[in-house]
């Protein structure tokens, strides 16, 4: 049984283990995100070396070297796995990277981006957790050419929000959506530079930083929010400039996460916060 990917770095939940079997028989461990270890037994696990793909979806085929199955995963931190006597096999240098807090591409990084557009974001979400960005920067400028930026444009918004919740909830968010907006990244996925920090934000919260009263409703159209989510960043765009007055606001019955938003925005300290939190 081998754990491989966040189960190895530490970094995602969700993460699975399998032993070396074939794919009818690949025993999966799936690591819940509140601890603990439940057992399943999986069909499809692919154990692959992938084949060809259409930059959203790859063909594969299964293999039982895991090294060729570690050349088909997109980073070398992701790329690591873990025998149960907690031998980590790395062949791509990944154990090197995350001492460094480097994000690095298994291979080719525009080859690996090509495969799946999506990878553009999942570098940068990396990047938000990891710091370092000026050890990125060679790896940014090869993957957001014209030509990929188009390519990421044809990934489903869900997908697209999935990794842009976790990022920009990251430590080094700010920093690293600063990078993506001066590279086409932002621009690409309808947003805007952000105005003030993501600190202290939810990813809703975050999300209104980089949305104005010019192109909300061309960015929702698009990105298809939930109902509660969209009503959130409207009101959060709405209220950008108006009085803030935080203590009538919950008495109206705006939702306590929305103001406490609100002052992350405009800046209130922790201990302000708290007693948002806590009134």
């Not at 690591?31 to 439940?38: D, N, Y």
């Not at 990878?119 to 090869?142: P, S």
């Amino acid at each position: 049984v081998f754990a491989v990917q966040g189960f190895v770095h530490g970094l995602d939940a969700g993460q699975t283990l399998w032993r070396e079997a074939a794919p009818a028989q690949a025993l999966v461990v799936h690591r819940p995100r509140r601890g603990g270890l439940a057992l399943t037994h999986h069909k499809g696990r692919k154990v692959s070396e992938q084949n060809r793909t259409d930059g959203r979806h790859a063909v594969v085929a299964y293999t039982r070297s895991f090294e060729l199955d570690a050349a088909r995963r997109d980073l070398t931190i992701n790329a690591m796995s873990m025998d149960f006597n907690g031998t980590v096999y790395d062949y791509f240098g990944g154990k090197a990277d995350l001492e460094a807090n480097r994000v690095r591409f298994v291979g080719d990084a525009d080859a690996r981006v090509k495969e799946d557009y999506l990878r553009i974001l999942r570098y940068f979400r990396f990047m938000a957790r990891f710091g370092n960005i000026d050890k990125c920067l060679d790896d940014v400028k090869e993957i957001c050419t014209k030509w990929n930026l188009d390519g990421l444009k044809g990934i489903s918004v869900e997908r697209y929000w999935l990794e842009m919740q976790k990022l920009v909830i990251s430590p080094y968010a700010d920093a690293v959506l600063d990078c993506m907006y001066y590279h086409g990244v932002l621009k690409t996925l309808g947003l805007n530079m952000r105005r003030v920090t993501t600190a202290n934000t939810s990813p809703i919260g975050a999300l209104s930083t980089m949305v104005d009263e010019t192109n909300i409703d061309d960015f929702l159209s698009t990105w298809k929010l939930s109902s509660d989510e969209t009503k959130q960043l409207r009101w959060l765009v709405d209220t950008w400039y108006k009085h803030y007055d935080w203590q009538n606001m919950l008495v109206d019955g705006i939702p306590r996460q929305w103001v406490m938003d609100k002052a992350a925005i405009i800046g209130f300290d922790m201990m302000s916060r708290q007693r948002i939190k806590n009134w």
